[in-house]
């Protein structure tokens, strides 16, 4: 085999390369066990040209919303000054809290994902006595399950903490490496700000009128989050995999490969993200309507069923897009092929139990609420000295509460993004070990050694001759 011809699309220099892959692969042949460098095609457009379309009504449909609700005596303004320093505030500090937690994270691996675990128990628990509290029996209920199963899922996974905690290291180190993807990360979220304020005047304005349009107004508002969602997480795949086989091209803060690899999701890969996405926004849009029946008090077991049934096919194709679009990031696969051969090579290497624990997703969940936590308390500091921060708003709770509140949620929110990079990470890593251990050996040897004595140590039938 030609070791010179690129493992990924994610080299900056890999064009010359693409008809000796393609001649040594073939276009659309897989394996089972690596995938090969697609040419550089459109894939599922339709689903983007759909997408569009659905842009483009709702862009047509703005100004129209905007104007009937000026007509019906909206559009009141208020003084902002205050609150835009309050928001300041607090997103600096998250913004720079989480930065200082890549180096944390990656210095206490191993044992922040044990803390995690008992973290995870000790939330269940605070939600269930919440529950009953609130005279809410069913969810009290469920929530009692939740933490007998966090227990004994504790109990079950402590042997696989080392490898755990090694995946989430190397994603960390290529982060890191490419903090520039945060920044992106950044950008999609006031773009899907920006959206959410927009899709709030059309709803406003169309629902008074056609309230037989909620499902698709519904549809528009996932359809468009997840979008940019999976956007983030195709880039966040191809960058990683590029810092894995070619480090020397993903290793800097703007990096060649964070724009290239963005250029890729946001044309070639483009259709192949609507597609997942929509199928997701579907199943969101359907839960959504479903619980406003739950007014209905005759229907309730009924509603909570249904919605029960939506969320767990929900969590199936999110489970299923999450690697699937590791492979389309990687390689340039459409949709529906990035899925079939990624869980192929999960199942040829019999990894389908391994991919299913989310040690990983635990922490970075942890974190992301202690950064709420600690950005509530600065909150609360800054409601504390001026009391008059929330005048303009009528709020029921005091300052200092509002402001906590305030403080926790742009914290969570900000976090959440900068370590959905870092999940995304720890994803994509996960199939790179699975199909290319050897490159990782020869570019990353210290962080190489430390996963293959965790992966021998939590998976030793597995592991073979790793």
């Known amino acids: 085999m030609n070791t010179n011809i690129p493992i990924v699309q994610g080299y900056a220099n890999d064009q010359q390369y693409t008809s000796a892959a393609t001649e040594e692969y073939g276009e659309d042949s897989f394996n089972g066990q690596k995938g090969n460098p697609q040419p550089k095609k459109f894939n599922d457009v339709f689903f983007a040209i759909l997408f569009y379309i659905h842009l483009t009504a709702m862009a047509i449909a703005l100004p129209m919303a905007i104007n009937a609700q000026d007509q019906n005596g909206g559009g009141n303004t208020g003084t902002f000054g205050s609150i835009i320093y309050f928001v300041s505030v607090c997103s600096i500090f998250s913004v720079g809290l989480s930065t200082v937690s890549l180096g944390f994270m990656i210095k206490f691996s191993r044992q922040l994902v044990q803390i995690a675990l008992y973290f995870y128990i000790g939330f269940s628990f605070l939600l269930m006595v919440i529950m009953f509290m609130a005279a809410s029996m069913l969810m009290g209920g469920l929530f009692a399950l939740s933490f007998a199963f966090s227990i004994c899922y ?226 609360f500091i800054v409601a504390s000295l001026d009391a008059n921060i929330f005048a303009d708003f009528n709020f029921d709770a005091s300052p200092e509460g509002v402001g906590f509140g305030f403080g926790f949620l742009i914290g969570v929110v900000l976090a959440s993004i900068m370590l959905g990079v870092v999940e995304s990470a720890v994803s994509t890593c996960i199939v790179c070990f699975a199909e290319s251990p050897a490159e990782f050996e020869q570019n990353h040897p210290s962080l190489s050694l430390e996963m293959r004595e965790a992966w021998r140590s939590s998976w030793p039938t597995e592991c073979g001759n790793m």
């Open 154 to 379: 504790a109990r079950a996974v402590q042997s696989r903490i080392p490898f755990a905690a090694a995946n989430l290291t190397a994603a960390l180190t290529a982060v890191k490496a490419n903090v520039g993807l945060t920044m992106v990360a950044y950008i999609f979220m006031f773009v899907g700000f920006g959206y959410s304020i927009a899709w709030t005047t059309i709803s406003n304005a169309v629902l008074n009128t056609y309230p037989g349009m909620a499902f698709f107004l519904f549809l528009s508002f996932y359809w468009t989050h997840q979008v940019l969602k999976n956007t983030m997480h195709v880039t966040t795949a191809g960058v990683i995999g590029t810092w894995w086989f070619a480090p020397d091209e993903a290793s800097s803060l703007c990096s060649r490969s964070i724009g290239d690899s963005f250029v890729r999701a946001t044309t070639y890969s483009f259709g192949s993200i609507c597609f997942g996405s929509l199928i997701v926004a579907l199943i969101q849009a359907l839960r959504q309507l479903n619980r406003h029946l739950r007014e209905n008090r005759d229907a309730q077991l009924i509603v909570c069923l249904i919605d029960c049934v939506l969320g767990c096919i929900e969590g199936l194709i999110e489970y299923f897009n999450k690697w699937a679009y590791v492979y389309v990031g990687l390689y340039g696969y459409s949709y529906l092929d990035a899925g079939r051969n990624v869980i192929q090579l999960f199942q040829n290497n019999g990894w389908t139990t391994l991919i299913t624990d989310d040690l990983a997703g635990m922490v970075l969940f942890m974190i992301s609420i202690m950064i709420g936590l600690f950005t509530g308390l600065i909150g």
